[in-house]
Structure formats: structure tokens, C-alpha cells
């Protein structure tokens, strides 16, 4: 049997989904809430979201300290930037705690999952093999997001930003991931749908598989750390299945 590890967004859960109702939704819980007009609080999303964003991609936000008050620091000045465009005073006591809690709310109402997703995580359960979530999301936000795709109950561990303390393409990230796993001699793959998220998990030992569902990377493009490419998981148990059979039965000759 083989441990399993599989990515979030582009994976499992489709950001084309989550993003407008995560905004609509939000801004109607804020609103019922603390008052003021559903538009206002959807300009406030706005506002809060390309500041976050735009944050979040400055290398300079990451010098000199750990990924988790980073994230925090983060997270706590986003909603804070939400009030103030909203015209609202910023909610009393914990700020970080209160953004937490708000991500929850909105996340967990909210499925996202592709359709393919379940069933493969069914399959691969069903053949006896252990499922992880690997992802650069804090703890929060992806164990939300997974409550509201019904998918949570599937996995054996998560690993997050948060529970590694790293981003996902430093080494640290993959190597506490393994310590944490226990895996032993058990064969170990990251599907992802990123390369250096890939490389790096690579790097570590694992197999990887990229899931390239919009046939952005032609073959001759994808690096040779790459197994398999798959534009679903709808493959993705028949291949593991596979490669863990060729491993016991080195000599068989595939069909």
C-alpha cells in the first residue's frame, strides 16, 4: 500500500468556485453582523483581498521571519483593512482569532471540491491506501474548505503551512511532512498540480504526480522528477495501484 499526499487548490478544490462565493458570502455574514449594505461590505472584500494578495506575493513580506507570523500578521491586517473600507470599527479583543473564526464560517459553507475529487479519495481508501492533504494553506482554511467539500473524513493527517511551519517548496516543509507520516518502507506520492511545489517534494524522496488539468504543461516541457501526468483524479488510484503492484512484482510486465 502506498501513503498517498494531495494538494489542495487545483487538486481537490477548484478556486473558481470558492473565490465568488467566498466573497458573496462573507459579505453577508459581516453584514448580519455588524450592519451596513451588502455592497459595501463586498467592496470592503475587494479592497481587503487585493491588499492581501498583492502582500502575500512581496518577497520582502517574508524576510527574516517564520511562515506562521507571517500568515498571522497577515490574516489579522486583512480583516482589519475590511473594516476600516467598510466604515465599521474593527471587531473588540482578539483580532486574529475573530479572522480565524470568520474563515471558518465562510469556508466551511462553501463546496468547492471538483467532481472527480470524491470518488478517487473512495477508491484509493477502498484499496487500503492512507490519504494526507499536503497544502501551502494555513490549517484553518484547509480543514474549512475540506468540511465544506465533505472531504475531511477521507484523510489520515493533514499537513499545512501552519502545522509545518514552512512554504511548501522549502525542504523543511517535506522533510517534517515524512517524520510526521511514519512512513517506513511505504511508497510515498504528492499529486500537485505546481512543479516547484513538485520539485521540491521530490527533492525529499517522494513520487510525483502532476495533475495538469488544463493542459497547460506539453509533455516535452514537464521535468523528468515527474511519474505521471493526469488531466483528473480520475486516474490517479489506477496509477497508484499500478506503480505499488510493479513495486512488489518488479518483473511483471505491464499490460
Not at 477508491?123 to 494526507?132: D, E, I, V
Not at 467539500?149 to 512554504?167: E, I, K, W, Y
Not at 517506513?184 to 521540491?200: E, H, I, K, N, S
Request: some cysteine; charged content about 25%.
Amino acid at each position: 500500500m502506498a501513503d498517498v499526499l494531495l494538494d489542495l487548490w487545483g487538486v481537490l478544490t477548484d478556486s473558481h468556485k470558492m473565490t465568488p462565493a467566498y466573497r458573496r458570502r462573507m459579505a453577508e455574514i459581516l453584514k448580519a453582523r455588524h450592519g451596513g449594505t451588502i455592497e459595501r461590505w463586498l467592496e470592503a472584500h475587494d479592497a481587503a483581498y487585493a491588499w492581501y494578495s498583492e502582500a502575500a506575493e512581496d518577497p520582502a513580506t517574508w524576510d527574516g521571519s517564520p511562515w506562521l507570523e507571517v500568515v498571522d500578521r497577515l490574516d489579522a491586517d486583512h480583516i482589519c483593512k475590511a473594516f476600516r473600507v467598510a466604515g465599521v470599527p474593527p471587531p473588540a479583543g482578539d483580532v486574529l482569532a475573530y479572522a480565524r473564526a470568520l474563515e471558518v464560517d465562510v469556508m466551511s459553507g462553501v463546496d468547492s471540491k471538483f467532481p472527480d475529487a470524491r470518488p478517487a479519495l473512495e477508491r484509493l481508501k477502498g484499496a487500503g491506501h492512507r490519504l494526507y492533504l499536503a497544502t501551502a494553506a494555513t490549517d484553518t482554511s484547509a480543514r474549512a474548505t475540506l468540511q465544506g467539500a465533505g472531504l475531511l473524513s477521507h484523510f489520515d493527517g493533514v499537513f499545512t503551512g501552519t502545522s509545518q511551519n514552512a512554504r511548501k517548496w522549502e525542504p523543511r516543509y517535506w522533510r517534517g511532512t515524512l517524520e510526521r507520516m511514519g512512513s517506513g518502507p511505504r511508497t510515498a506520492f504528492l499529486v500537485d498540480d505546481r512543479l516547484d511545489y513538485l520539485q521540491a517534494a521530490s527533492d525529499a524522496g517522494l513520487r510525483c504526480v502532476l495533475i495538469d488539468r488544463h493542459g497547460r504543461h506539453p509533455p516535452p516541457a514537464v521535468p523528468g522528477f515527474i511519474e505521471a501526468t493526469l488531466g483528473s483524479l480520475a486516474g490517479l488510484p489506477e496509477y497508484v495501484d499500478d506503480a505499488v503492484g510493479q513495486m512488489s512484482n518488479p518483473h511483471k510486465v505491464p499490460e
